[in-house]
Every structure is written in C-alpha cells, then in structure tokens.
C-alpha cells in the first residue's frame, strides 16, 4: 500500500509492504487531539496534487520493481520551507 498523507503546505508519502506492522510505526495508536491544521487553514490544491504524483510515481517504481521508499522510510514534504526529506524508523 503507498499511502499518502496531508496537512496544509505538508505532506508525507510512505510505503506499506506485505508483513509490515502498518501505519503504526508510524503513527502510532494515540488520537489526535483539538482541530487539526488543515481545519484551521485549509489545505492549497498544490498539496493533495504534490503528494498523489510522488504516490504515484512510487507506484510506478514498485510495478518496475525498482527502488523506492522501503520498509520504515516515509518521504516528507514541506512546500512552505520548500524542503524534500527522507526519515528512516527502526522497526519495532
């Protein structure tokens, strides 16, 4: 599963392979509390069409078996910075 992820000028973008613990790691199993940013201030169209097309292009990979966002690596995006990250979690 390539699951994409957005919240005002962020996004995140991170793959789940067959045997992986899910979003957990990720996440975790705390709710979030209070109204979340994009509630607050909305969310530019430019986000939701950022992350999509890197999903997609990891999609794109998989299918080509080349390399992408592996197991406990997540892309992370802010186009307000602009900054492009890559975070690695040790599995748990």
Same mark, same amino acid.
Not at 8 to 17: A, F, I, K, R
Not at 48 to 61: C, D, H, N, T, Y
């Given at each position: 599963?390539?699951?994409? $992820?957005? $919240?005002?000028?962020?996004? +995140?973008?991170?793959?789940?392979?067959?045997?992986?613990? =899910? /979003?957990?790691?990720?996440?975790?199993? @705390?709710?979030?509390? =209070?109204?979340?940013?994009?509630?607050?201030? =909305?969310?530019? !169209?430019?986000?939701?069409?950022?992350? @999509?097309? /890197? +999903?997609?292009?990891?999609?794109?990979? &998989?299918? /080509?078996?080349?390399?992408? &966002?592996?197991? =406990?690596?997540?892309?992370? /995006?802010?186009?307000? @910075?602009? !900054?492009?990250?890559?975070?690695?979690? +040790? !599995?748990?």
């Amino acid at each position: 599963m390539v699951h994409g $992820a957005i $919240a005002g000028l962020e996004g +995140q973008v991170t793959t789940v392979m067959p045997g992986d613990p =899910g /979003l957990k790691k990720f996440y975790g199993d @705390a709710l979030p509390q =209070g109204p979340s940013p994009e509630s607050i201030l =909305g969310v530019p !169209a430019v986000t939701p069409v950022m992350i @999509a097309g /890197l +999903q997609v292009m990891e999609v794109v990979k &998989l299918c /080509l078996n080349r390399r992408g &966002l592996s197991s =406990g690596r997540m892309l992370y /995006l802010d186009l307000e @910075a602009p !900054a492009l990250e890559t975070f690695t979690f +040790q !599995a748990s």
